[in-house]
């Protein structure tokens, strides 16, 4: 089952310094932060802020190729976590039929901010999630989900690099 989330913010991650997208269901009742790089960071952020650039980034030249080929983005889903790597599929729609696109999540996050798609989280990635993170080296996923769920907007707002 697929469980609807939005992005909740991008922060930098005060352990490892890498940055962080948070992702939270529309109930609130799950979080799900997904590491990723800063360039893939800079993307999003980008979209987040509504900064343009000169000339057309990779997210922006894809949404530009989709429209050209009359292609939208019915959704995109963080469907697999293996090995602290998460996976993700993003489906487009063309003449009424479905293709699956396998995507990183932090290029399918990317392309549904600029296309205003749905985004969706299969629901045992955040159970496996929960999982890992308590075996994760990183930081204790109870004090990590407690700075997560208490933050306030603030802290979430534009992301500096």
């Known amino acids: 089952m697929e469980?609807?989330?939005?992005i909740r913010g991008l922060m930098m991650d005060p352990v490892t310094n890498m940055p962080i997208v948070v992702l939270k269901d529309l109930s609130g009742n799950s979080i799900l932060p997904i590491w990723v790089g800063i360039y893939e960071a800079n993307a999003i952020a980008l979209e987040i802020e509504k900064v343009s650039t000169p000339r057309p980034m990779t997210h922006d030249l894809i949404k530009l190729?989709?429209?050209?080929?009359?292609?939208?983005?019915?959704?995109v889903v963080v469907n697999d976590l293996k090995d602290d790597?998460?996976?993700?599929?993003?489906?487009?729609?063309k003449e009424g039929q479905l293709i699956s696109i396998d995507s990183r999540p932090s290029d399918a996050l990317a392309i549904?901010?600029?296309?205003?798609?749905?985004?969706?989280?299969?629901?045992?990635?955040?159970?496996?999630?929960k999982a890992a993170n308590a075996v994760s080296d990183k930081v204790n996923s109870d004090e990590m989900r407690k700075w997560l769920e208490n933050l306030p907007d603030e802290d979430m707002g534009r992301y500096k690099m």
């Open 65 to 75: 190729l989709l429209m050209g080929l009359e292609t939208g983005v019915r959704k």
């Open 112 to 129: 549904a901010l600029r296309l205003d798609c749905p985004i969706y989280v299969e629901e045992t990635v955040l159970k496996t999630s």
């Open 85 to 93: 790597t998460f996976f993700a599929v993003i489906w487009l729609e």
């Open 3 to 6: 469980v609807e989330m939005k």
